[in-house]
């Protein structure tokens, strides 16, 4: 797995899958026999190690059709998401809504974005304001295909702004591109960094129904998944049970 060599380049993996269950398990299974292994020096869980591919792009060309992972019969392995979560979830990539601890969320930047801007000090404290840019992207997006037609590169909806450098936990999805083609709406995502295990089916799921809901609006059908990522990841937590699942018991993570 791990190699400490100078020498050693990049192995970007290609994986193309039939829904999302069958993406999620292709990508733990690829994981596994690619993946490097490294200490966490900055970021969530700081200290341990994990599972990283060094680039990879999955291509899900049904993702409607098995949204969530399936468990097999009789296992003990606890599901990583239910459609439950991938419902509330998906209210949290529609509505502003955040609470007073969170820098942000994924719908409030889809939705309401807000710059931040520092206004003065009071009792040696930063003031800071939340100007709105009143941009509602997922209905912009919608409006363009639907008044200015389908032949567009400008359709994309960005999570990401430059000052999240500053933050300690800044956004994993920083892109959704767009493209209707062939009568359908398609997804196009960058993930910065990315939890395969309970992350992955859990965004692509709500993610799915995100573009089910704009390709209704749009009057389309619903197209395809293509995600890529320079930090598709496991923690060591899951390494077990990610072995588990794909039935490699005997692998060894060095």
């Known amino acids: 797995m791990s190699e400490n060599s100078q020498n050693r380049q990049l192995r970007p993996v290609y994986v193309e899958a039939f829904d999302l269950d069958d993406a999620w398990f292709r990508c733990l299974t690829e994981i596994l026999e690619h993946g ?29 059709h098995q949204i969530i992972p399936i468990m097999p019969e009789g296992s003990s392995i ?22 007073e601890t969170e820098d942000y969320t994924y719908g409030e930047r889809l939705v309401d974005p807000k710059v931040k801007v520092e206004t003065g000090t009071a009792d040696g404290k930063k003031m800071i304001k939340e100007m709105p840019l009143e941009c509602n992207q997922i209905e912009e997006v919608i409006r363009i295909y639907k008044t200015q037609g389908f032949g567009t590169n400008q359709a994309v909806m960005e999570i990401g702004m430059p000052s999240d450098i500053k933050l300690a936990d800044p956004p994993c999805l920083r892109i959704i591109d767009t493209r209707v083609r062939y009568g359908k709406l398609h997804f196009f995502l960058y993930f910065r960094s990315w939890d395969l295990w309970g992350g992955f089916p859990s965004n692509l799921g709500g993610l799915e129904l995100v573009k089910q809901y704009m390709a209704s609006e749009i009057g389309v059908e619903n197209g395809e998944i293509v995600a890529c990522s320079k930090g598709l990841h496991l923690y060591e937590y899951a390494w077990e049970l990610a072995k588990q699942r794909t039935h490699k018991s005997e692998l060894e993570i060095k």
Do not use: H, W
Not at 41 to 53: C, I, N, T, V
């Open 36 to 64: 490097y292994v490294y200490k966490i020096d900055r970021g969530s869980y700081a200290g341990q190690r994990r599972l990283e591919f060094d680039f990879i792009t999955v291509r899900v060309k049904n993702p409607a």
């Open 78 to 99: 606890p599901a990583p998401t239910d459609m439950n979560y991938i419902q509330q979830y998906l209210q949290y990539l529609l509505t502003s809504c955040k609470t």
